[in-house]
């Protein structure tokens, strides 16, 4: 597959609009705008029962990977290309603080993020979703490492429960947790969907069908070990 589509204006990536600064700063300003718009949504759509919170979960975690679709838009050459964390970095603060401090049950990020809507979720999955994006954003950004990462943690991980609750009828144990094998094939099968997803939009990853097998495999193993 060799079809590319640049959803983001081109201006962005027009680094005589400003310089590095502004196009970096506008480049942050879309990924905030993609967060504004899914959870949000989510929220709305968990509100009015049309969306299980579970699923509403999923969803944000696979919303929230797609956030590396801007960083072919950022200019390298400047330092404001760390601004590509802006969402994570300040979701990291507003978790803890949500989590720990205030405990609001009605919180849009309680209701969006968390399974049985306790505010103290927020700092156990979430945060270490938002910890991973920080820290691939700034020592994998732009590389191939990265958006493998994070299709698996995001598309992988995000998919696999949702097929395990739907489909998932034949259950195995892997380190003392039970999963399905319906599930880990869904987690195999999103890897790959998100690998394609993010080099539809980036060109990256580069296209290999070994070493993208190989990856979605060891994701799945990491996800069958880990809590649901």
């Given at each position: 597959f060799s079809w590319t589509f640049s959803p983001i204006p081109a201006l962005l990536a027009d680094s005589q609009m400003g310089?590095?600064?502004?196009?970096?700063?506008?480049?942050?300003?879309?990924?905030?705008?993609m967060v504004l718009i899914a959870v949000p949504g989510?929220?709305?759509l968990v509100k009015k029962k049309k969306?299980?919170?579970?699923?509403?979960?999923?969803?944000?975690?696979?919303?929230?990977?797609?956030w590396l679709v801007t960083w072919p838009y950022f200019d390298k050459s400047h330092?404001?290309?760390?601004?590509?964390?802006?969402?994570?970095?300040?979701?990291?603060?507003?978790?803890?603080?949500?989590?720990?401090?205030?405990?609001?049950?009605?919180?849009?990020?309680?209701?969006?993020?968390s399974r049985s809507g306790d505010p103290i979720e927020l700092?156990?999955?979430?945060?270490?979703?938002?910890?991973?994006?920080?820290?691939?954003?700034?020592?994998?950004?732009?590389?191939?490492?990265?958006?493998i990462i994070m299709a698996a943690v995001g598309w992988g991980d995000g998919i696999a429960p949702w097929v395990g609750k739907m489909y998932g009828k034949h259950k195995y144990k892997l380190a003392g947790r039970q999963k399905s094998y319906e599930g880990s094939v869904g987690c195999f099968l999103g890897t790959?969907?998100?690998?394609?997803?993010?080099?539809?939009?980036t060109n990256h990853p580069r296209y290999n069908p070994t070493l993208w097998s190989l990856c979605a495999l060891v994701g799945t193993l990491v996800e069958a070990v880990s809590p649901s």
């Open positions: 310089g590095g600064l502004w196009q970096n700063v506008g480049a942050a300003l879309v990924s905030v705008a989510c929220n709305y969306l299980s919170r579970d699923m509403s979960r999923k969803i944000v975690h696979i919303s929230g990977s797609c330092w404001g290309w760390k601004l590509n964390i802006i969402v994570p970095a300040c979701y990291v603060v507003m978790l803890i603080v949500k989590g720990l401090i205030i405990q609001d049950r009605r919180d849009i990020d309680v209701r969006t993020m700092v156990k999955g979430p945060l270490m979703f938002t910890l991973l994006m920080c820290v691939v954003g700034l020592t994998m950004f732009d590389r191939d490492e990265g958006y790959l969907l998100g690998m394609q997803v993010f080099r539809i939009f």
